[in-house]
């Protein structure tokens, strides 16, 4: 029974595609003002390269992590905001996810892979250029894992959780799942991960990132119910390579402020909402919906994490 509820659990976090969701309004490059090429890797990667005049001149580029979720699209405002302050930004999508190809995303070392994938086409790409690894939630767990296997200048990893099993348990307890009994299952999730990645599988973000030697930013929100303290990388890392930025008051996306934070949420209530919603009254809510106020970045958090990266 706890065998076959771990895999169940994992099949519905992990297979399955993520793409965007057709209700809701994605910020651009157009709306933003930034200029994307389209490009790919392998099989199965797609993504963009993301410019703009200040970026052509800088000579540094950052290669951007996605979270759970449709890709690098719904981090558009941040890869904007790197773009403005002189980084070219490299995002590719997770196979499984919104412009990739594939069944299913697999697993949390599938985001770690792809990260490698991308690092190795910067390089390729921009060889005199300095490389960045900048992500947040499972893509700064890619971040900080693809740290130990590929030689870049620094990595950020925003809001970034330490190991699969753990982050998968915590997840079903998200969703309902009790936690002694998730605590039980914790085990059968690090043999899946084990079985789908081999011993990769089930990497430890927090140690990697200090074996990694590399310079290191690692950043919460005080108030994260995703990730949480005990399975962050920013509580479980310590070494003379990393530094930490704490935020307190924040949630899961500490890079916005709180107001915005407040409006994501608000937004997910919706979309939790939206089976027992009319046409009528889906049409009001989310045609309205203001985005830009869901996506405001917090200067003071974004100013830490750019002058960091400038200082590599």
């Known amino acids: 029974m706890c065998l ?13 595609r993520y793409d965007k969701n057709p209700l809701l309004k994605y910020i651009t490059a157009e709306d933003c003002g930034l200029e994307a090429e389209q490009i790919s890797s392998g099989k199965f990667l797609s993504g963009f390269i993301y ?16 979270g759970m979720g449709p890709g690098q699209i719904a981090y558009t ?12 930004v490299v995002a590719f999508d997770v196979k499984g996810c919104n412009f990739s190809r594939g069944r299913n995303i697999k697993g949390m070392y599938e985001g770690v892979k792809t990260a490698v994938a991308a690092t190795d086409f910067a390089r390729a ?52 799942l009790p936690k002694p009994f998730a605590a039980v299952l914790r085990p059968f999730w690090w043999i899946i991960d084990l ?27 005080g108030e994260d119910r995703v990730v949480t303290f005990k399975n962050a990388a920013y509580s479980l890392s310590d070494g003379d390579n990393i530094t930490k930025y704490y935020a ?17 949420a608000e937004l997910q209530n919706g979309l939790m909402r939206a089976k027992k919603m009319t046409l009528q009254q889906k049409e009001e809510f989310f045609s309205n919906f203001d985005y830009f ?4 970045e917090d200067g003071e958090v974004m100013n830490t994490i750019a002058e960091f990266l400038n200082k590599q």
Not at 51 to 66: L, M, P, S
Request: glycine fraction near 10%.
């Open 293 to 296: 106020a869901a996506v405001e």
């Open 77 to 88: 405002t941040e890869i904007a905001y790197f773009c403005n302050i002189g980084y070219t």
């Open 125 to 176: 790409r921009f060889p005199e250029k300095k490389v960045y690894l900048v992500g947040h939630s499972w893509g700064g767990y890619s971040a900080l894992c693809a740290s130990a296997e590929r030689k870049v200048d620094a990595v950020v990893a925003i809001a970034a959780p330490a190991t699969p099993s753990k982050t998968t348990m915590y997840g079903a307890v998200n969703f309902g």
């Open 4 to 16: 076959l509820t771990a895999f169940l659990c994992d099949r519905v976090a992990f297979g399955r």
């Open 195 to 221: 079985l789908k990645f081999g011993a990769k599988g089930n990497a430890n973000a927090a140690k990697r990132a200090v074996k990694s030697g590399i310079p290191t930013l690692l950043v919460h929100g």
């Open 248 to 264: 307190p008051g924040k949630r899961h996306n500490p890079y916005n402020t709180v107001a915005a934070e407040n409006k994501l």
């Open 51 to 66: 410019e703009n005049a200040k970026a052509v001149q800088n000579g540094k580029v950052i290669v951007f992590c996605h």
